[in-house]
Antibody, heavy 118, light 112 residues
Framework: QVQLVESGGGVVQPGRSLRLSCAAS????????MHWVRQAPGKGLEWVAV????????YYADSVKGRFTISRDNPKNTLYLQMNSLRVEDTAVYYC???????????WGQGTLVTVSS | DIVMTQTPLSSPVTLGQPASISCRSS???????????LSWLQQRPGQPPRLLIY???NRFSGVPDRFSGSGAGTYFTLKISRVEAEDVGVYYC?????????FGQGTKLEIK
């Protein structure tokens, strides 16, 4: 079955960097686009970024554009989110999600918590 | 960006009774390919989101048939025919027609 496991979260100071990973299994990773979605504590869901199945296209939310970079390593079945110039408001649980047929986000990981605090 | 507005934000429901959540978008969600990419997701307490409905009215694999979606253009509805205890959580509509994708604020479903 589809499995997505995020890692790399932790506590980081404002202005610093962090890289999240999402290990995928149970499906052909190289055939699917992938998303990052985040959720601040006690708040709703916020879409962050998407990458095409082959890495050829990427889109970002305005709130992270220029600071975050989504990438993937298909031979390693792994999705990444490089987060630079982190701000307190980036504190959230970060989920990776598979982009399935009909533009649906059909499988989600358990999430990894990023806390930006001095 | 397309703004998604859900109502109500909180919905106390009696077990076995129906529930309905509405979602309105600031512009039409009809894609140039003719499809409307509106999804509904459920987030149970302490869990990641789970896809329930995609493309307005299609139930995802394993979703009970008491969940149904409808709508078109800018107005959409999620209905639960008979609420069960396991349905407690927050429900989100989400548009994937256009980037940036956007979510509604969420509707908290709780049992009276």
């Amino acid at each position: 079955q589809v499995q997505l496991v995020e890692s790399g979260g932790g506590v980081v100071q404002p202005g610093r960097s962090l890289r999240l990973s999402c290990a995928a299994s149970g499906f052909t990773f190289s055939s699917h686009g992938m998303h990052w979605v985040r959720q601040a504590p006690g708040k709703g869901l916020e879409w962050v970024a998407v990458i095409w199945y082959d890495g050829s296209n990427k889109y970002y939310a305005d709130s992270v554009k220029g600071r975050f970079t989504i990438s993937r390593d298909n031979p390693k079945n792994t999705l990444y989110l490089q987060m630079n110039s982190l701000r307190v408001e980036d504190t959230a649980v970060y989920y990776c999600a598979r982009w399935g047929d009909d533009k649906r986000l059909d499988s989600w990981g358990q999430g990894t918590l990023v806390t930006v605090s001095s | 960006d397309i703004v998604m507005t859900q109502t109500p934000l909180s919905s106390p429901v009696t077990l076995g009774q129906p529930a309905s959540i509405s979602c309105r978008s600031s512009q039409s969600l009809e894609h140039s390919d003719g499809n409307t990419y509106l999804s509904w997701l459920q987030q149970r307490p302490g869990q990641p989101p789970r896809l329930l409905i995609y493309k307005v009215s299609n139930r995802f694999s394993g979703v009970p048939d008491r969940f149904s979606g409808s709508g078109a253009g800018t107005y959409f509805t999620l209905k639960i025919s008979r609420v069960e205890a396991e349905d407690v959580g927050v429900y989100y509509c989400m548009q994937t027609t256009q980037f940036s994708h956007t979510f509604g604020q969420g509707t908290k479903l709780e049992i009276k």
